[in-house]
């Protein structure tokens, strides 16, 4: 065998490709090759290494995504608990993932139970067919709607301009206390975004940080501590944060 | 695409059995073309939703590179959108290293760092191929069907992939000073 057959052949071999017939044709060949071996040796340890990467399963929110899509496709009647309590696990097993890998994450270090309540409120968002209490990208019909059922006023703002588009607002409950969640959307990606009043004068600069996909940003501003849970990128959520904080500038 | 028939509970069933198992494949694919967790996220859920729409014409073939073939159109139809977007395709093409989070990979070896973020920085062509033949573990038949490609150009562009990705590592190893002995 020719040297350029040879070559063309090693691929083959480490792939399990050739037949038994041309495998032993190869192995003859290769003995009076010593470039061929070097490159077998080569293509065999590439492989080794790419094989030995870790795996990367489907995180449990696109599962959850695509599992809610086939559902409302299949337009069956929806199995309440059932279902209710599938997310359940997911956002478990998402909170114990989230909660074990984290690290530099303000959020952590200053309490995991309010890291926790945020994801868990942010999945509720993101998986349920009914994201907000109130439906509206009109802060004047969102901010009214928050009167009466919690004890400040939230700052709203709608951030079409910035492409966020506001969707509406729901109730959650962080840490024993009843929050204000205003909920947006950049494409098809949802941002919780929860606020209340600060307990410590002036702002402070929001550190976003980044896991499986998720961005969470923690930061103070306008007298509110603000947290934004978003399933989208850091610079998407550096930006979102930028586009908040202008309009509650503007609003003072 | 309008004139497929609306998928009903018993091909969504069927769906469900043949094609989902398929979906860690489809991010772990869509993970390596985009280099982006959150896109790859995105380019994966469409796709399972072009697969539903097109599930009529799925005929008992092999399902997972019937199911990466289109994993792979969706995310050049997305390329295409971002280009339209006046976004330069270099732009999402030339985001190697950004794909791979560094704190995940954390958990992995110094070593399996940058292996990895070697294949990032190949090109989509080259990233691709080895992504479906080492990671995916797919013959090269089945590789064929994904890139729509005679066996024989798989093969050629598999060989030229291997010798780049080990002149990246040779280059990546060298410079930290403890190179591999046999490469």
Request: net charge neutral; charged share 30%; proline share 6%.
């Amino acid at each position: 065998m020719d040297c350029p057959t040879c070559e063309a052949m090693v691929g083959a071999y480490v792939d399990g490709e050739l037949s038994v017939a041309e495998s032993a044709e190869f192995e003859r060949a290769l003995e009076a090759c010593p470039d061929c071996r070097r490159r077998l040796e080569e293509t065999r340890m590439v492989s080794g290494l790419l094989r030995d990467l870790p795996a990367d399963p489907a995180p449990d929110l696109l599962r959850a995504k695509v599992e809610r899509e086939l559902r409302a496709i299949a337009g069956r009647p929806r199995p309440y608990p059932r279902q209710h309590l599938r997310w359940m696990a997911t956002a478990a097993s998402l909170i114990v993932a989230l909660g074990i890998g984290w690290t530099g994450a303000t959020l952590v270090s200053q309490s995991g139970r309010e890291t926790d309540a945020l994801m868990a409120g942010y999945l509720r968002i993101a998986m349920s067919d009914h994201p907000v209490e109130v439906a509206s990208s009109d802060r004047h019909t969102v901010k009214p709607w928050f009167a009466g059922r919690i004890d400040y006023a939230p700052p709203v703002h709608d951030l079409t301009t910035a492409g966020f588009p506001l969707v509406g607002g729901r109730l959650d409950i962080v840490d024993g206390r009843k929050v204000a969640v205003m909920v947006y959307r950049r494409n098809r990606h949802w941002i919780a975004l929860t606020a209340w009043p600060a307990t410590s004068a002036g702002d402070a600069a929001a550190s976003v940080a980044q896991r499986d996909g998720f961005a969470l940003g923690d930061w103070r501003h306008g007298g509110f501590e603000l947290r934004a849970v978003g399933d989208l990128a850091p610079a998407d959520m550096k930006s979102f944060v930028t586009a908040l904080d202008r309009a509650v500038d503007s609003d003072r | 695409m309008s004139d497929a028939p609306k998928p009903d509970a018993g091909t969504v069933d069927r769906f469900r059995t043949v094609m989902l198992p398929h979906l860690d494949a489809a991010y772990g694919y869509a993970r390596w073309l985009t280099r982006d967790p959150v896109q790859a996220q995105d380019v994966a859920q469409e796709a399972m939703l072009r697969a539903l729409r097109y599930f009529h014409a799925f005929r008992g073939e092999d399902a997972k590179p019937w199911l990466l073939r289109i994993v792979r159109n969706t995310w050049l139809d997305l390329a295409r959108r971002h280009a339209a977007e006046k976004v330069p395709l270099e732009e999402i093409e030339d985001r190697a290293g950004d794909g791979l989070d560094p704190e995940q990979s954390a958990l992995a070896g110094d070593r399996r760092r940058q292996i990895a973020a070697a294949l990032a920085a190949l090109p989509a062509e080259a990233r691709e191929v080895l992504v479906l033949r080492e990671i995916e573990d797919l013959s090269y038949k089945r590789i064929a069907v994904v890139l729509d490609l005679p066996i024989g150009t798989v093969m050629s562009r598999l060989a030229r992939a291997r010798e780049k990705l080990a002149a990246g590592l040779r280059g990546h190893l060298e410079r930290r000073g403890h190179g591999l002995p046999d490469m």
